[in-house]
């Protein structure tokens, strides 16, 4: 049975925007280990009888839900994850789910979330010289970027750090520079709250294992579908490569040198590695990796005119590259089953995206972070993305794609559907 046609035509304003430069490997990203004795955020083996229905009734009920019917393609079969969802990015569909509601840790997915509160904060152009103090409490076997103290970093430099290399030392200096780690985890909670994220609990802004620790698959996905509609954000989780500054050293001279090496996006869907290719159509978004979380991701990624978000949440399957093979397979479904599938639930919007939608003439801007200098704010008109200030490149330069094109999104569509729609999200063409 054919998906319902909506009820009302959304407006396109389309842009052509170049992109290109080359994709390439990078390691696995890891947010720490479990700290010893810490027990684990989600012990049991199944998922709760009853969880959150958020989003629908059907997402609350433990195991797949899906609407299979004369020409939708079966799912695959070989998914091991505990938990996963795949959702029309752009309309909030919820096409298929597996315990979408089941609250387990995250890992540095959690990053989505500390960059979809923070970015907003500061201009990209501003610096901050790291202090001891800066560095205080990253948990031991973290992730790191290799930020060093005495050392002045760009917040684009500290960005760079936290999608590339998910460096746990890069979030806590702009954590820091947000009045401390403790006011950044109640700003993440409160920002958790406002976008319907409630199976979300943020101990650690980092995504470091911590006791009550939680997130969900159908959270991260709200909380990146929130992250897309900043440009910022966009440009930062499609980037693949980039340079980042070194430490002083004296050269032969004696004269201080500042040199920069490269760091690669630990998303291997957009890199690719041995054995896996980059996705068609891969545009970001998080990936994560700790001893209580397993391995997770959240993608993003466009084929056809249709943008999807996936999440996968801890494949019982352990084969490298594991939670990437399953997400590729869940987008391949995807793609397949869109305009096909019933939905069985949706992507609800933001907190105040609702109360704007249920006042008469209301148009809601899409930046749910808010609207500052850092965020790039594109309301109203289509942007296209450009490199960093330094050079380093962001969806101008490191995606290595021959083209693609900006979409924006009428705000009217959402007043009609109480959807949320993404504006200017970066369409990919298939590679050559």
Not at 287 to 311: I, P, Q, S, W, Y
Not at 408 to 427: E, I, K, S
Request: glycine residues 12%; hydrophobic residues 40%.
């Amino acid at each position: 049975m054919p998906a319902p046609k909506k009820t009302a035509r959304r407006s396109l304003l389309v842009t052509s925007a170049v992109l290109s430069s080359l994709a390439l490997a990078a390691p696995a990203a890891v947010a720490a280990p479990s700290p010893s004795g810490s027990p684990s955020a989600s012990p049991s083996a199944t998922p709760p009888a009853s969880m959150s229905t958020v989003g629908g009734a059907r997402l609350g009920k433990p195991g797949t839900q899906v609407n299979l019917a004369s020409g939708v393609p079966v799912l695959p079969k070989d998914v091991s994850a505990r938990s996963w969802i795949v959702a029309d990015a752009e309309s909030g569909d919820v096409l298929a789910a597996h315990n979408a509601h089941w609250r387990l840790a995250p890992a540095s997915t959690l990053k989505m979330l500390f960059a979809d509160t923070l970015l907003p904060k500061f201009p990209r152009t501003a610096k901050h010289k790291v202090v001891s103090s800066d560095l205080a409490g990253i948990g031991s076997g973290s992730s790191l970027v290799g930020i060093k103290e005495d050392e002045t970093y760009t917040v684009h430099d500290l960005w760079l750090g936290v999608f590339l290399r998910s460096g746990n030392d890069a979030v806590h200096v702009l954590s820091a520079m947000n009045k401390g780690v403790d006011n950044t985890v109640k700003e993440m909670n409160e920002h958790a709250e406002e976008l319907q994220a409630l199976d979300t609990n943020v101990v650690s802004p980092d995504g470091y294992d911590a006791e009550k620790q939680v997130s969900s698959a159908y959270d991260l996905t709200l909380i990146a579908r929130s992250g897309l509609q900043k440009k910022d954000f966009r440009e930062y989780c499609s980037t693949v490569r980039a340079k980042f500054p070194g430490q002083t050293k004296k050269n032969k001279k004696g004269k201080p040198v500042r040199e920069s090496f490269e760091i690669q996006n630990t998303n291997r869907l957009l890199s690719g590695d041995a054995g896996l290719p980059v996705y068609q159509g891969i545009a970001g978004v998080k990936n994560g990796n700790t001893t209580n979380a397993g391995a997770t991701f959240t993608g993003v990624a466009e084929r056809d005119g249709k943008v999807l978000l996936v999440t996968v949440m801890n494949p019982e399957k352990q084969d490298h590259n594991e939670v990437y093979k399953e997400t590729a397979r869940l987008f391949d479904w995807g793609f397949k089953a869109a305009g096909k599938v019933q939905p069985v639930g949706e992507l609800v919007p933001p907190k105040s995206a609702e109360q704007a939608g249920s006042q008469p003439g209301a148009n809601p801007s899409g930046e749910a972070g808010g609207s500052g200098s850092g965020a790039g704010s594109t309301a109203g008109k289509p942007v296209a993305g450009a490199p960093g200030a330094d050079g380093s490149g962001g969806i101008g330069i490191a995606l290595g794609i021959t083209g693609g094109v900006l979409v924006l999104l009428a705000g009217g569509a959402f007043l009609v559907n109480r959807r949320w729609p993404l504006p200017d999200l970066v369409r990919r063409r298939t590679r050559p």
